[in-house]
């Protein structure tokens, strides 16, 4: 049975399905770090991907077209980003109080809206799978990498995207300097406020689209809580990144990886106990929190509310 498991061909398949299962974490991680690079942390991501994943499915399940599914699955994250930056920036709530909230409501509504409108689970034609051509050709390499669709493409493109912005960029720099210190960018002129609601908004937007990428990208099916605290997951992944892209991908990797190992040792009904292997991932991801939370500072405003003045 273990040597099932060592075979060739299924290791190829534990590390393709580890690069595909990647893509909502790193979506969602990605756009989280921004949003608490500026000092605002988001418990809400989770509810907001529910959003991003029903709405999706919702507009490609009537028109067919996986893109416009997309859009709209940005739009109702921004929506959401919108309405945490209100409560948390502009009102001073507590910031995990309210992302909790914002959670809550994208988990009820997307579950009501998917009794209302859909009723039972139904499958559609989402993005179909992306051949790089030679590439996808090459062995082991080619299956491993080159033949997913155009999101889990665009997820791994946004890594080298997203830390060029946050660190080559005057918009970066503004970000980091409020997440670090907003009394001294505020004194040179940077408007806080804006910058945290366009991290919030842009982090919202992104954690849509990783629910999007769910729903029409790698499952074609939406059911209630379907990502069942991936949310959650992603935040954790913006700490064991150390607040980098490249350290978000190595963790959002590090966890598909092990997911997609466990959905593999179920497969070949190997002898070791479901729910252990179920377990198996969520605890690596807690051991090595645990550990990479200890080598990086956090920004120094993080979950701190900015008052003019004050």
Same mark, same amino acid.
């Given at each position: 049975?273990i040597?099932?498991?060592? %075979? ?26 921004? !949003? ?8 809400g ?26 859009? !709209? ?14 409560? %948390?920036?502009?009102?001073k ?10 959670? $809550? ?6 579950? $009501?809206?998917?009794?209302? $409108? ?18 996808s050709?090459l062995p ?29 960029t ?13 009394? !001294?960018?505020? %004194? ?16 919202? !937007? ?30 954790a ?15 959002? $990797?590090?966890?598909s990886?092990v ?51 004050g």
């Amino acid at each position: 049975m273990i040597d099932d498991l060592l %075979s060739l061909s299924v290791l190829i398949g534990i590390a393709h399905s580890g690069v595909r299962l990647a893509t909502p974490y790193l979506f969602a991680a990605l756009g989280e770090t921004f !949003a608490q690079r500026s000092g605002v942390l988001n418990l809400g991501v989770d509810g907001i991907m529910l959003m991003g994943a029903f709405i999706a499915f919702y507009v490609v399940f009537h028109t067919g077209n996986p893109w416009l599914g997309v859009a !709209a699955a940005l739009g109702v994250g921004a929506l959401m980003g919108l309405l945490m930056a209100l409560v %948390s920036v502009t009102f001073k709530a507590e910031q995990g109080i309210s992302g909790i909230g914002l959670h $809550l409501l994208g988990l009820g509504l997307s579950s $009501l809206l998917f009794k209302t $409108l859909i009723g039972s689970v139904q499958s559609v034609q989402g993005f179909s799978e992306l051949q790089i051509p030679i590439l996808s050709t090459l062995p082991v390499i080619g299956p491993i990498f080159f033949d997913h669709n155009i999101l889990v493409y665009l997820a791994y493109l946004l890594v080298p995207i997203a830390a060029f912005v946050l660190h080559r960029t005057p918009f970066g720099l503004k970000v980091r300097a409020v997440g670090q210190n907003p009394e !001294a960018a505020d %004194s040179v002129g940077v408007r806080v406020n804006r910058v945290r609601y366009s991290t919030v908004v842009l982090g919202a !937007a992104m954690a849509g689209l990783a629910g999007a990428s769910l729903s029409i990208g790698l499952l074609n099916i939406f059911q209630e809580n379907m990502t069942n605290g991936l949310g959650f997951i992603a935040v954790a992944l913006v700490y064991f990144g150390g607040w980098r892209p490249v350290g978000v991908l190595l963790g959002a $990797l590090l966890f598909s990886t092990v997911n997609a190992l466990q959905l593999w040792i179920q497969v070949l009904s190997l002898p070791i106990p479901s729910d252990l292997a179920v377990m198996l991932p969520y605890v690596l991801t807690i051991v090595a929190l645990a550990f990479a939370v200890r080598q990086v500072r956090q920004p120094a405003a993080l979950t701190k509310p900015y008052e003019r003045g004050g």
